[in-house]
């Protein structure tokens, strides 16, 4: 059978497995942090979670990244260069796109693709564009098919352009249909004979459709509606890799990220492609809490990806910017920082408990503040051992299924309290190694169920693990740099909408059934949460669950997840193929307290008594 591709792991007899659940004995959690890194969004910013349809508005440079006309073209001949003016729009962003029209009469201009084109439907677009030079009449700003013409919408714009003055332009349009498809273009054109210069410099030309919660340069309504689905109580920011940055001249700089766009200069990305900065510092903060997430702020701390090391010596301004970072949270509305917090919209502060010190840079220190949890970018298991107390842990794997499960009890015995920042099973069984191994184009369902196991063990030890974020729950198709992400999307959509607030102990082993059960002390429901890996010839595992406390006749929802008999089978994203089915069932205990089912070989569940649910928060 194909299934045999994910190893020979499990040698128990598909009998009934008896667990009794004790009602005493387990540990007080708060609840398990399922969440996001920015990783997750640091490649798929631009383009994907952030709203802007323009790809190139700025023309920005960085280290990495010189300025270019990539994504605009010219419209009626009108030839456009880059120019770097001795009054820029900004000093941030110094260089502009040029409009020369090659005739005295008709309508020029230019068009921009989008990323992998613009998206048009019936609703409200919003947008702007900064122009220099001499112009009397009107600019019309418009969306098209880039295939066949077809334009779905326009707008007219009145100019007040200067012949010696940057002037920005608003404008808002709805468009009459929806577009057949992504395929369209957005342009901006004028009348040649209005032109009372030689050309118009235009620069930091936005295009916006409605935003999560109408947030102003926002995140995408229906992305952050799909994440808001996971229950996300966690959000680990600014990174993974783009903390650190390429080189230690061009880390990740929350500073340059703040205030008006025009005064962002851009950002030289570490996956491979330029970053506007547009989603900034404040801007990610505000996605934290509208999903209700509690944050975990990473710090530079002098190390870059290409081994740039900061001299001790030169490190103190790191760390007074870090000082500053955090007080920009959460230091009162007439702090420094608190008071440029407050000007930007947000006067009250944010809540700040966890401050990890780099990106697996293996560094911890002591707080300056004595509320705040201090996060090695290390863990024990990379062989440093000597976190400081009360300093925490930050474990990052990416393996294989059969890992995940033969390191079940990883955290059981474990003193040092550790998140989970990184997570995904990115390789086969024996294909591990980022060099030489063999990565999933795409996540597949072995490796969700793999990951199940995980979830489980860390879940099981919440006292001491906070939770797990994974990379990449969101991701570009088109640079997924050779690499898969997480597969444990439905592993966290089912998991995280059952909070357990004190883990409870059984009496049974594991394998090929891995299992988490405990209470919601919130709702008074008994919840039980599983995986089986690996049953013996591929049967079906049947199950006989009693909680102690759980009286006959009790009602309990059980969710199942189960996939293909390939476990390389995949989502398709081209062909909307969904090779994972969901089933529902509601079961009752016996005259002795306990349900019984069966679940198969690959499956993820979780079994609920049923009871009015609430959202619960983590302390720890």
């Not at 780099?358 to 220190?365: I, K, R, T, Y």
């Not at 081209?574 to 009752?588: A, E, L, S």
């Not at 993820?604 to 009015?612: N, S």
Request: proline share 5%; charged share 20%.
């Amino acid at each position: 059978m194909k299934r045999v591709l994910l190893g020979l792991l499990a040698t128990t007899a598909a009998s009934a497995i008896d667990i009794g659940v004790s009602s005493k004995g387990g540990n007080v959690t708060g609840g398990f942090h399922y969440g996001f890194l920015h990783e997750d969004i640091d490649n798929s910013g631009d383009g994907g979670l952030y709203a802007e349809l323009i790809r190139n508005r700025a023309f920005q440079s960085s280290e990495g990244y010189p300025s270019s006309l990539d994504g605009w073209y010219s419209i009626n001949g009108a030839k456009l260069s880059l120019k770097a003016l001795d009054e820029p729009l900004s000093k941030a962003l110094s260089t502009s796109m040029n409009v020369a029209p090659t005739s005295t009469g008709g309508q020029v201009g230019f068009f921009n693709d989008g990323y992998w084109g613009v998206d048009v439907k019936v609703q409200k677009y919003s947008g702007s564009f900064w122009v220099r030079g001499d112009y009397r009449g009107v600019f019309t700003a418009s969306v098209q098919s880039n295939i066949t013409g077809e334009q779905f919408g326009s707008t007219k714009i009145k100019s007040r352009a200067q012949a010696n003055e940057w002037v920005q332009h608003e404008f808002t349009f709805t468009p009459h249909k929806n577009a057949p498809s992504s395929n369209n273009t957005f342009a901006i054109t004028f009348e040649a004979a209005g032109l009372k210069s030689a050309s118009l410099d235009f620069n930091l030309i936005s295009l916006f459709p409605p935003t999560f919660k109408g947030r102003k340069n926002g995140m995408r309504t229906d992305i952050v509606e799909a994440l808001e689905q996971f229950h996300p109580t966690l959000f680990r920011f600014p990174g993974g890799n783009m903390l650190e940055g390429r080189t230690n001249t061009s880390y990740w700089d929350w500073k340059i990220s703040i205030g008006p766009l025009e005064d962002r200069p851009g950002f030289s990305g570490v996956w491979n492609y330029q970053q506007t900065n547009g989603l900034g510092f404040f801007e990610y903060l505000q996605f934290a809490e509208d999903l209700g997430m509690e944050i975990i702020l990473a710090v530079y701390a002098g190390l870059s990806l290409n081994g740039d090391v900061t001299p001790k010596d030169q490190l103190q301004p790191f760390i007074d910017d870090a000082l500053d970072q955090i007080e920009f949270i959460r230091g009162p509305p007439d702090s420094k920082w608190g008071a440029v917090r407050a000007s930007l919209g947000h006067p009250q502060p944010w809540k700040l408990e966890y401050v990890e010190v780099g990106n697996e840079d293996w560094l911890a220190g002591a707080p300056e503040d004595p509320d705040i949890r201090v996060i090695s970018s290390g863990s024990v298991y990379d062989g440093y051992d000597s976190i400081p107390s009360p300093g925490a842990g930050d474990y990052h794997l990416y393996t294989e299924p059969d890992t995940w499960v033969a390191d079940f009890g990883k955290f059981d015995n474990v003193e040092t309290p550790h998140i989970i920042g990184e997570m995904a099973s990115t390789f086969p069984n024996g294909g591990t190694g980022w060099d030489s191994g063999v990565l999933r184009p795409l996540p597949w369902w072995g490796g969700a169920v793999g990951e199940a196991v995980a979830l489980i063990s860390y879940e099981r030890n919440a006292d001491r693990v906070l939770g797990a974020l994974f990379m990449a729950m969101v991701n570009h198709y088109a640079t997924i740099c050779g690499r898969s992400g997480s597969n444990d999307s439905l592993d966290e959509l089912l998991m995280a909408a059952h909070p357990i607030t004190e883990t409870l102990p059984a009496n049974s082993d594991f394998d090929p059934l891995y299992y988490v059960a405990g209470k919601n002390d919130k709702t008074d429901a008994h919840i039980f949460k599983a995986a089986v890996y690996n049953s013996t010839d591929g049967a079906d595992v049947p199950v006989k669950l009693t909680f102690d406390g759980v009286v006959a006749d009790t009602a309990a929802e059980l969710t199942v997840l189960s996939g293909p008999e390939d476990p390389y089978g995949v989502n398709d994203p081209f062909t909307g193929v969904n090779v994972v089915k969901t089933t529902k069932t509601t079961i009752r205990s016996d005259r002795n307290g306990t349900f019984s089912f069966s679940l198969p070989n690959l499956s993820v569940a979780v079994l609920e008594t049923k009871g009015k649910r609430k959202a619960v928060r983590q302390q720890w």
